[in-house]
């Protein structure tokens, strides 16, 4: 593997660990939101 090959799969590894970052900051708000959605619904 070439030092170039080297270098594009650290750039891909770092953005891939960054989009996994983003994905579980919108799971965890997509949670938050539906936590406080069932909150809010009135009692039957």
Known sequence: MGKSQLQELKGLEKENSR???????LELDKLIL???????????
């Open 19 to 25: 989009l996994k970052r983003i994905v579980a900051d």
């Open 34 to 44: 539906r936590e406080s959605l069932d909150y809010l619904k009135p009692k039957v």
